[in-house]
Each structure stands twice: as C-alpha cells, then as structure tokens.
C-alpha cells in the first residue's frame, strides 16, 4: 500500500513505517541541519530547550531565533512543501522539500540563508546516529515523498495536541511540548524538583556531557516518536528510574507495555489511532506512565499538579 493512500480522511492518520523508513531518514537528517542553525543562534536553557522545533499549523518551526537585533525563523511547510526562512527586516528564501542528497539540502539552506546575511556555523555531522555522515558528503539519504512527510506531520499534530492538553494538568517545572531532533521525537517532560544522578551518556555521536545537561534533574518524560510500532510509538520513561517502576499498573491493559531493553513504556501508535476514543486512550497511558514515575519516586503530587480547569466559571 502506498505510504499516503490511507488515512487522509482521519484526524489520526495512518502511516506505516516500513512504507516511509527512507524519507524518514533523510527528514531526519534535514531536520538536524535546522536545529544546529537554532542551536548556534538561540542562547542556552536547561536541558537544551532551546535547540528544540515546534509543530506548526503547517509544519515543524524553529520559532523566532535571534541574530544581532534581528530575528528570524525557519519552517518545515509540509502543506507547500518548502522551507521557509523568514526575516525580521522582511525578507525572506524558499528551499523546495523534494527529492534531494542531505549535502545539497544542506548547500541550498546555507545558501538562502547567506543571501540573508545571516551565517550559521554549525557543527558539520548529525548527532544521535550512527553512522554520522557529514552534512555536505551525504548522498545517501535523499528520499522525500511529500504524502509521508504530511501525514507524519498530521501525525505531529495529533500527538502535540494531547501532549499539550496533558501538560496543562502539571504546575512545577515542565518542558515545552517540542521535538528533539536528536532522536526525531516529540517531547514533553515534567520534573519533580529534585536533581539526578550524572547520567552515564552513551548517545552515538554525541557527548556526554549533552546527556548529563539533559538529565540533570529528575524526570518524567513522554512522547512520540516514528519507530517502536507498526506506525511509530507513543512513549513513557523516567530517570532515575525509580524501584517499582516496571512493575506499575499502566493502562491500557494489554495495549502499553514495558520494554527492557529501551527501559521504557510502549503504545502502538495504532491502538490508538483504531481506539473508539483515541484521546482517552492516550491521556490513560500519559497519566498512569506518569504516576508509574511520580508514585515510585515519592513526588509530591499535591504540589506539582492542578486542574487546568480551576478558573473556567470565571472567565468573561
């Protein structure tokens, strides 16, 4: 079955990974590429929040990101399918999203951005993966079915969505809902307040001293990501991860379980794409997963979290 030919009419789409795994990869690459731009621009935040991409009505953003007294922003439009780099002072350049080699996606981005006078230095390999071929030498990754690439994006959407409204529950430190394009997932993290233990690293490509800023607090963190299912994977964990964690009642029963080997609860992004009440489904894993973490680790609840409903009788 053709990667786009279902789905479309489903605020969840489908979208089977083995029918986009090599435009996948290739937008994974390009993504990087953007997200460095970020990162050589944007000053730091904990735990590296300011590398992060949003999802957009159209896309994936970088939001503004300064430069001098300027600003500007880069966003993946999966409707249009371009890249568009837009500037404070008005101007603005257009990279076409098709078939292409990273190094060309790679030489046309830093082109349009140098015809804005903007530079970007950025380191010239990707992070997170393995083998990490440079930017400018990958000819290897060059797929882009523009179908796949919007329904990963409806997919985005979905999931940010609810991500969102799950977040709206937690008043302590909480993360943006954003993707890290490391490891190509949607993110959402809480934080119970408390510092972690050094993380040990061990990303491919990447130092561990990224880890150790990332993990530097203990969390509870969930997300998307398009892998672990049939058609990608919601996700729960938590660092350190607390005694008892494994072992936690998570709902849906039968539907999310625990792999030992990511150290990391599971659900099928099809289970709750075919689920009666996708929503519900999901809010279950994201709430019990999250408790898994909050119960175990001793949180204090009573001072982390409200109902994000409290004031709706007073509003004009």
Request: negative net charge; contains cysteine; charged residues 25%.
């Given at each position: 079955?053709n990667?786009?030919?279902?789905?479309?009419?489903?605020?969840?789409p489908?979208?089977?990974?083995?029918?986009?795994?090599?435009?996948?990869?290739t937008?994974?690459m390009?993504t990087?590429?953007?997200g460095?731009?970020?990162?050589?621009?944007a000053?730091?935040?904990?735990h590296?929040w300011?590398?992060?991409l949003y999802?957009?009505?159209?896309?994936?953003?970088?939001?503004a990101?300064?430069?001098?007294t300027r600003?500007?922003d880069?966003e993946?439009?999966?409707?249009?399918h371009?890249?568009?780099?837009?500037?404070?002072?008005?101007?603005?350049?257009?990279v076409?999203?098709?078939?292409?080699?990273?190094a060309?996606?790679?030489?046309?981005t830093?082109?349009?951005?140098?015809?804005?006078?903007?530079?970007?230095?950025?380191?010239?390999?990707?992070?997170?993966?393995?083998?990490?071929?440079?930017?400018a030498?990958?000819f290897q990754h060059?797929?882009y079915?523009?179908?796949?690439?919007?329904?990963?994006?409806r997919?985005l959407?979905?999931a940010?969505?609810?991500?969102?409204?799950?977040r709206?529950h937690?008043?302590?430190?909480?993360?943006?809902v954003?993707?890290f394009?490391?490891?190509?997932d949607?993110?959402?993290?809480r934080?119970?307040g408390?510092?972690?233990p050094?993380h040990?690293?061990?990303?491919?490509?990447?130092?561990?001293?990224?880890m150790?800023?990332?993990y530097?607090?203990?969390?509870s963190?969930?997300?998307f990501?398009?892998?672990g299912g049939?058609?990608?994977?919601?996700?729960?964990y938590?660092?350190?991860e607390p005694?008892?964690?494994?072992?936690?009642p998570?709902?849906?029963?039968g539907?999310?379980?625990?792999s030992?080997?990511?150290?990391?609860?599971?659900?099928?992004?099809?289970?709750?794409?075919?689920?009666?009440d996708?929503?519900?489904?999901?809010?279950?894993?994201?709430?019990?997963?999250?408790?898994?973490?909050?119960?175990?680790?001793?949180w204090?609840?009573?001072?982390?979290?409200?109902?994000?409903g409290r004031?709706?009788?007073?509003?004009?």
């Open positions: 079955m990667a786009h030919s279902s789905g479309t009419g489903s605020a969840w489908r979208l089977r990974v083995e029918d986009w795994t090599e435009t996948r990869d937008l994974h390009w990087q590429i953007i460095k731009i970020r990162l050589a621009h000053p730091m935040v904990n590296w300011q590398v992060t999802v957009s009505p159209r896309g994936l953003t970088t939001s990101i300064p430069y001098g600003a500007f880069i993946f439009d999966f409707i249009d371009d890249l568009v780099i837009r500037s404070s002072d008005g101007t603005g350049r257009r076409s999203l098709e078939p292409k080699p990273v060309r996606f790679h030489q046309e830093m082109r349009a951005l140098a015809e804005l006078d903007i530079e970007a230095p950025i380191r010239p390999r990707p992070n997170e993966v393995e083998p990490a071929i440079p930017f030498e990958d060059c797929s079915d523009a179908g796949a690439a919007q329904l990963f994006w997919q959407l979905q940010d969505r609810v991500l969102g409204r799950f709206s937690f008043i302590g430190k909480v993360s943006p954003h993707y394009w490391g490891a190509m949607l993110a959402c993290t934080f119970s408390r510092p972690a050094a040990p690293g061990g990303a491919p490509n990447c130092g561990d001293w990224v150790v800023e990332g530097s607090r203990e969390l963190s969930c997300g990501w398009p892998g049939e058609e990608g994977a919601f996700y729960a938590a660092y350190p005694e008892g964690f494994a072992d936690h998570v709902r849906p029963a539907q999310a379980r625990y030992q080997d990511l150290r990391q609860y599971l659900l099928p992004y099809e289970a709750v794409r075919t689920a009666g996708p929503d519900r489904m999901l809010m279950e894993f994201l709430q019990t997963t999250y408790e898994a973490a909050a119960d175990n680790a001793r204090d609840r009573g001072m982390l979290e409200d109902d994000p004031w709706d009788d007073g509003r004009p």
